[in-house]
């Protein structure tokens, strides 16, 4: 069985190396990767091959840096290529990014079995690129792996019972990563000079909705200045987050640094005292490392840590920001298995081989 995997971003990367190190194992599969080039800078990409020993991309496309119409137009023009001349039995796409849409648009049109891995989240927010994203990538797949059961019920009331696409809850896939990658966790060299022993919050901002609205990045900026007066946050930088805040003259005072590994983030959100992030995958891996998270964003996809009282949502407003921050005085408790048992990547491999002919 030949799978190819359709990957381009960061997050894409960590999702899957899981499933790359469970196909590795097995004689009878095989798998092509094809990296879209969306994320390109050496800390956004090649550090997570090398770190996370995922086999080297067969195919770079190289395109990023373009409008949402232009990236995912060329990366599915491109991608068709590739299929048709490596003619998969499945083409693996992760979570809700451009590349994610361009790669199964591109498998479903040539009618390619397609695995939509982290599938049935939604933010109930149309204006969210992601949203847009994962509807669609969600409705063209022949199997859809969802990380929770909340995710499940989402599909169901759409009607997804009713159609002939695959529903399996198969776990999360990044909390296998989270599992496996920790016990390789080495601090982050940026951070060699600086004293962080009473504890810090990690922080990361990105989304299009924080980074392209000025009013909320700037209360954003205000909000973590100020809380960086009583606890010391160390934010590794997104290469968006970096244009903007230089674009608006926006200055945050506090430990800025590279983007990191994951090796090293690991590192981070093992040992910091609580996360305050935007991110979709930070937000989850706070709750796998036992840390409180303020979700900078007005909604999110994973109601189940909210509803359980890990994380709480802020928005960008500076004064919940800072109460809620100045409530956590312990971490959370891991003590629920909303994510699966760590194995989730085996199943979704195991049911691809299941599902080849049918
Ligand atoms: C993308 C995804 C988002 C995901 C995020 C993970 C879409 C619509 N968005 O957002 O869902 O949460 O990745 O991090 O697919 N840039 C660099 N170097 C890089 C990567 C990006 O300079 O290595 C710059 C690009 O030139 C661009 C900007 O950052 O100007 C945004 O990159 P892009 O891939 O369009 O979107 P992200 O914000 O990274
Ligand atoms: N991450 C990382 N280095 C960083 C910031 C994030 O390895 O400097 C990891 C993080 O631990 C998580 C993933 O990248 O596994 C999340 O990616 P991101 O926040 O860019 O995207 P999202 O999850 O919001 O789509």
Not at 122 to 132: D, G, L, T
Not at 208 to 232: F, G, I, M
Not at 330 to 350: L, W
Request: net charge negative; with cysteine.
């Amino acid at each position: 069985m030949k799978i190819l995997t359709v990957i381009g971003a960061r997050p894409q990367f960590i999702k899957a190396a899981t499933v790359s190190r469970v196909i590795d194992t097995m004689d009878n599969v095989t798998e092509v990767i094809v990296h879209t080039g969306q994320h390109f800078d050496a800390n956004m990409s090649d550090i997570f091959f090398e770190q996370m020993e995922i086999p080297k991309p067969d195919y770079n496309l190289e395109i990023s840096s373009l409008s949402h119409g232009a990236m995912t137009g060329r990366q599915l023009e491109a991608i068709e290529r590739v299929l048709l001349e490596e003619k998969p039995d499945w083409v693996i796409v992760y979570g809700d990014t451009n590349s994610t849409l361009a790669g199964a648009l591109a498998a479903s049109k040539l009618h390619i079995k397609v695995a939509h891995v982290e599938a049935g989240l939604r933010s109930f927010n149309m204006k969210m690129p992601e949203e847009q994203n994962r509807i669609v990538t969600d409705r063209l797949s022949t199997i859809l792996f969802c990380p929770t059961q909340t995710a499940l019920d989402n599909l169901n009331n759409e009607g997804y019972t009713n159609l002939d696409i695959e529903t399996v809850v198969s776990g999360d896939v990044m909390y296998d990563a989270a599992l496996f990658y920790k016990q390789f966790s080495s601090m982050p060299e940026q951070l060699n000079n600086l004293d962080l022993s009473n504890g810090f919050v990690l922080s990361t901002i990105h989304r299009a909705e924080n980074t392209d609205d000025p009013a909320r990045l700037s209360e954003l900026v205000d909000s973590l200045n100020e809380l960086h007066k009583s606890t010391p946050v160390v934010m590794p930088l997104h290469p968006r987050t970096k244009k903007k805040l230089s674009d608006l003259g926006l200055t945050l005072n506090i430990h800025l640094i590279d983007p990191v590994g994951y090796l090293e983030m690991v590192y981070l959100l093992d040992n910091c005292s609580f996360v305050a992030s935007d991110s979709g995958g930070v937000q989850k891996e706070a709750y796998f490392f036992g840390k409180q998270c303020l979700i900078l964003r007005d909604e999110t996809e994973w109601v189940e840590l909210v509803k359980c009282g890990s994380n709480k949502i802020v928005g960008a407003n500076k004064q919940l920001i800072l109460e809620e921050a100045s409530k956590i005085s312990c971490n959370s408790k891991f003590n629920e298995k909303f994510y699966g048992d760590g194995k989730s990547a085996e199943g979704i491999v195991n049911s691809l081989i299941e599902f080849v002919n049918v």
